[in-house]
């Protein structure tokens, strides 16, 4: 099952849920989310924000950027990104096999995700607000039956420090 809701400030969240009992889930997901500064959306309120597209990482020494970029943007890739440490390859999800075979011929992929939820826009978050939905994220993370939370906020590296510091 996957529920929608709204974090502080706005933020979109879609969570996946693996239960045996609907009914149960609803009433822990929504009492998680009200105890955090969240709420329940209905189906289809938070779901446009967000669009399935395949993932995969491959370590920065593996191969130069201009290497990359032509090899997966030839096989259907539309994204190269880098993270310091790793590029990521973002794909339509139809194109991910064909992006992770042609990355197989020239280098080894660390990580391929089938696909995941991306979001379309960030809600950016401080102060307060940035500090319920750490602790929203983290409740919904530690929950049993959740699978995955995907979130369209940002807040800035010294909030989060500073967040986890107060814990």
């Known amino acids: 099952m996957t529920f929608e809701g709204y974090g502080p400030g706005g933020v979109g969240m879609l969570i996946q849920v693996v239960t045996t009992n609907r009914n149960r889930a609803v009433g822990e997901m929504r009492h998680l989310m009200g105890k955090n500064g969240g709420n329940m959306a209905e189906a289809g309120a938070v779901g446009w924000m967000f669009s399935r597209k395949g ?28 993270d310091g440490s790793a590029w990521y390859i973002v794909t339509p999800p139809d194109a991910l096999e064909a992006v992770k075979e042609a990355l197989s011929k020239a280098v080894s992929p660390r990580r391929a995700l089938n696909s995941e939820w991306f979001h379309k826009n960030y809600v950016k978050l401080t102060g307060t607000q940035a500090q319920q939905m750490l602790r929203l994220v983290e409740a919904l993370e530690e929950h049993d039956d959740v699978q995955h939370v995907y979130a369209n906020f940002d807040i800035d590296e010294s909030e989060i420090q500073a967040a986890v510091g107060a814990n």
């Open 55 to 82: 993932e995969i990482s491959i370590p920065k020494e593996a191969a130069s950027e201009d290497k990359l970029l032509d090899l997966v943007l030839e096989a259907g890739a539309e994204d190269l990104k880098d």
